[in-house]
């Protein structure tokens, strides 16, 4: 029997996410049938933004949902969603071009090479990088390039672990603090009805404390596997594993003219759509169409031909599909929710339990609850789309920014990628340059717990300052 339960374990797989949503949208219909419906009063702040009056909750006659309506709910939640899908399949098209130029490889590969003997500055240089890149687009796309990042590790005395938390622990920094993201922090500002790219200032201090400690952890871990190499989780596997010498920095070419015109275009892409959003009042649209502009500019300067900038294009846009189907998908659990007339009851309660909690901690339970919703909604977009309706109004209700809420759902969105095995971009790392997971996590345990804390740190400064705008 022990053998048959074993098997039947092995057997299970975590469900896709969009199976996880639509159980999270049963759930919503649940609830309409079964807690009061009810209502708060909304006002318009100072900032120009509908809000919850918190003294205004009443109960109201209730109005539960059907569960064969869920469709009309998903396609009302698709339409509601059209300017993200926009957005996330511009920007996906755009980046395409950008990679398929080979201009991110050249230039990593370029710092990694000029670096690689010395390991104070290798490992800063190319977390750095990695971090920057990973502000606008995923940690997976660097799958491919782990292997060598792991050969220059082991060539300096490191173990293989070394060279895949560069550009995961970078990445992670990059990703998780939300400065640019399009797919997490435009997709939060745009559903609460922030400007876009607003609070971006202490979004960029976040970065720099993340990616500071991280290093620190880092290169002592480092330095510490080259003085003693029998100390690495990796150890019998890497004196075992020489495939990493198979691998060559120059095989990613030099970086060009042209190369370096594709880098110029990406970056003077993103300043022109953050100038956008904080100073010109842009919404999605307007930064979907600068996305197409930079798929268009990088592909010429990359050289290539029309229907190549096509090609490319459209491969990007495929692969957000899934992330803007996740979208659409969650919106849909607010939509039931609201129809039932129960998301201001679910909000007064969760409000409620929240002003028994510290004030000092208020934020520090919204990042928290956000690294559990994480564990069964790994889709950014699709967290965002389930949990920006109900934090924004609980923020209003407890006194936070709407701003403090974001940053929370960055942090616990982002974060908590690096440990789960449910995570693409980990998985696919850790594939790629043959790490068992176990193995990782042995590394990594002590990391995310100081993650944790300082996530919660900088979460409780942001409620303390009253990070806006609101």
């Not at 670096?115 to 971090?131: G, H, R, V």
Request: proline share 4%.
């Amino acid at each position: 029997m022990s053998g048959m339960g074993a098997a039947a374990a092995k057997k299970f797989k975590v469900p896709h996410t969009l199976v996880i949503i639509i159980l999270f949208i049963l759930f919503a219909v649940f609830l309409t049938w079964v807690i009061p419906a009810g209502e708060f009063d909304r006002v318009t702040n100072a900032a120009g933004i509908k809000v919850i009056d918190p003294a205004s909750f009443r109960t109201i006659s209730s109005k539960p949902v059907s569960i064969f309506s869920i469709p009309d709910f998903i396609v009302d939640g698709f339409a509601k969603s059209a300017s993200l899908f926009f957005l996330l399949l511009f920007t996906g098209g755009a980046f395409d071009v950008v990679v398929s130029s080979g201009a991110l490889q050249s230039c990593v590969a370029k710092v990694a090479k000029r670096y690689a003997s010395k390991e104070s500055i290798f490992i800063p240089i190319l977390t750095l990088l990695f971090a920057l890149i990973s502000t606008t687009q995923g940690v997976n796309t660097f799958i491919g390039f782990a292997p060598v990042t792991v050969l220059i590790a082991r060539a300096m005395g490191f173990d293989s672990i070394v060279g895949a938390a560069v550009i995961l622990l970078g990445g992670a920094v990059g990703f998780s603090t939300g400065t640019l993201n399009p797919s997490t922090t435009i997709v939060a500002q745009e559903i609460v009805g922030l400007p876009l790219y607003s609070g971006i200032g202490y979004r960029w201090i976040c970065f720099f404390v993340f990616l500071l400690v991280t290093n620190l952890y880092l290169i002592r871990y480092a330095k510490k596997i080259r003085l003693h190499p029998e100390l690495s989780p990796m150890y019998d596997l890497d004196v075992a594993d020489t495939s990493v010498s198979d691998n060559d920095l120059d095989s990613f070419g030099d970086v060009t003219l042209r190369k370096s015109l594709v880098l110029v275009s990406l970056v003077a892409a993103l300043g022109v759509i953050v100038y956008g959003g904080v100073k010109l009042n842009w919404g999605l649209n307007e930064s979907s169409a600068a996305f197409i502009w930079l798929g268009i500019i990088a592909g010429i300067c990359a050289g290539f031909s029309p229907s190549k900038i096509a090609s490319c294009f459209v491969a990007g846009a495929k692969r957000m599909v899934a992330a803007a189907l996740i979208i659409g998908l969650a919106r849909a659990v607010s939509g039931v929710l609201s129809a039932g007339l129960v998301l201001d009851t679910v909000v007064n309660g969760l409000g409620r339990a929240l002003l028994v909690v510290p004030t000092f901690l208020q934020a520090i339970s919204m990042y928290i609850a956000n690294l559990v919703v994480n564990i069964f909604i790994t889709s950014g977009s699709g967290q965002a789309a389930v949990i920006m309706p109900i934090f924004a109004p609980i923020a209003d209700m407890v006194g936070i920014t709407r701003q403090t809420a974001i940053l929370t759902f960055n942090f616990g969105d982002g974060f908590c990628n690096y440990i789960l095995p449910t995570s693409t971009a980990l998985m696919g790392i850790l594939g790629a340059t043959n790490i068992p997971y176990d193995r990782w996590m042995r590394f990594m345990w002590r990391l995310f717990l100081i993650w944790v804390l300082l996530g919660s740190v900088l979460s409780l400064i942001a409620q303390i300052i009253n990070l806006g705008p609101a």
